[in-house]
């Protein structure tokens, strides 16, 4: 497995970093060569099934190599969470592998053909992007969702982890490597690379080799990739989610919905960041936050809120906008349905937003003039997710409008191209 070295296992001179920007190049120049290879979609539904398979007969190799990069992180760290790997969860991934090997192949699909004029016959179908580059921090499980969807969907699949998962995407690369080479097909459908900042910055301007790049992680890192890539950039992952509970509400789904987008995992981007509060539903402010507060979250309100419930502690400017991924909760008391709609509009990530509310009128204008992605009514905001939505797992989770919204799989990981077919045809 080629793997770039990264500063923290060995010093970088001079002449080490030409030789590091060396390998990369070759490593993407393999990529791209392999891209460009033929294989069927039988071909890689087997290796996705064996795959599967060998997630489960390697695990305890996989639990030794997270176990690894666990003990440099503080378990009171919210990445603690996503970067642990358990028996139950390696289970977990090796279903989703399998169920993106049971879906319909996205390739050579027909989005529609015709006659440009008699004779002259335009077909328009999918295609593979080509190279996909994945950077991403503390999720070991996004190195297998990345390779069984890039590769199901024709593409070579680049991986560029945070260090704080070095061991265990360095365990699972090798494990996808083995099983590729076992089935005579090339190892570089799948590249893992360790670089340092500089290295990065040759990374996300590789247009040369990177059809697309997709970071998934932190707003930082999201941004970082952003305003330096010259490769195109598909937006991932920070998610600032709101739950607005209007004035007319059912408040044992109201306390269901909070309690359930809060607390299943605080440490993911579908998690509730924000609740606002109709002024009319202030008076059921204590049974509302009864069940979060014996969870142990910690919840801070705007001045009206605390008013009228003792215990909560006073929010500050910067909370607005902020994506917590802790126990952690703040909540504000709106006006109106226009003034959560305007508040979600300004703060929110275009990730995913909730209304509880019984009002069809209210419900209506809380979707049509929320801008987000996914946007849920009486349900939480815990269901963003690609195996959720039925898409086998996800490659991320776009906050943006273009190429792809939502939870991306198959589909998103394909472009299209036009056939164009004649008898000498020729423009006049």
């Known amino acids: 497995m080629l793997n770039i070295p990264d500063k923290a296992q060995e010093s970088v001179t001079p002449g080490k970093t030409e030789r590091v920007f060396t390998l990369l190049t070759l490593s993407l120049k393999q990529a791209v060569q392999t891209s460009r290879a033929s294989v069927s979609d039988k071909t890689r539904n087997q290796i996705l099934s064996e795959l599967s398979e060998a997630l489960v007969m390697r695990m305890t190799e996989i639990l030794a190599a997270n ?130 900042r500089d290295q990065m910055t040759e990374l996300l301007k590789a247009r040369t080799y990177i059809d697309v790049i997709i970071p998934r992680g932190s707003h930082s890192l999201i941004e970082y990739v952003r305003e330096n890539a010259t490769v195109p950039v ?80 006073h929010a500050t400017p910067d909370m607005d906008g902020y994506e917590f991924l802790s126990h952690r909760l703040l909540i504000k008391c709106v006006d109106t349905i226009d003034d959560a709609i305007d508040y979600i509009n300004r703060y929110g990530s275009k990730h995913s937003e909730a209304i509880v509310s019984t009002n069809q009128n209210s419900i ?39 190429h792809a919204r939502g939870p991306m799989a198959l589909e998103a990981l394909t472009t299209t191209k036009h056939l164009i077919t004649g008898s000498g045809h020729i423009r006049i």
């Open 234 to 313: 598909i937006e991932t992952g920070a998610g600032v989610v709101h739950a607005y509970i209007d004035e007319a509400c059912d408040l044992e789904i109201a306390k269901a919905v909070i309690l359930n987008a809060k607390t299943r995992r605080v440490s993911v981007c579908n998690a509730l960041d924000c609740v606002l509060f109709h002024k009319d539903c202030l008076s059921d402010l204590s049974a509302l936050l009864a069940p979060l507060k014996e969870k142990g979250v910690t919840i801070y309100g705007d001045d009206r809120c605390c008013e009228q419930h003792a215990g909560l502690l």
């Open 67 to 196: 176990q690894k990069d666990l003990i440099t992180m503080d378990p009171k760290d919210p990445k603690y969470d996503r970067l642990q790997l358990t028996a139950e969860g390696i289970q977990a991934i090796r279903a989703d592998v399998k169920t993106v090997a049971a879906l319909s192949s996205p390739l050579d699909k027909i989005i529609y053909e015709y006659d440009i004029q008699p004779g002259l016959h335009l077909t328009k179908i999918t295609v593979p992007l080509g190279v996909v580059c994945m950077i991403y921090e503390a999720r070991p499980n996004v190195t297998i969702d990345a390779f069984s969807l890039c590769f199901k969907a024709g593409n070579v699949c680049v991986l560029k982890g945070g260090k704080e998962a070095h061991h265990s995407n360095k365990a699972l690369v090798k494990i996808i490597q083995d099983v590729l080479i076992a089935n005579q097909l090339s190892p570089h459908w799948v590249a893992y690379l360790a670089l340092d």
């Open 364 to 402: 209506a204008k809380f979707q049509n003039g929320v801008d987000a992605s996914t946007i849920y009514v009486n349900a939480s905001t815990a269901f963003t997710d690609g195996a959720q939505f039925g898409l086998g797992a996800e490659i991320g989770i776009s906050t943006q409008k273009l």
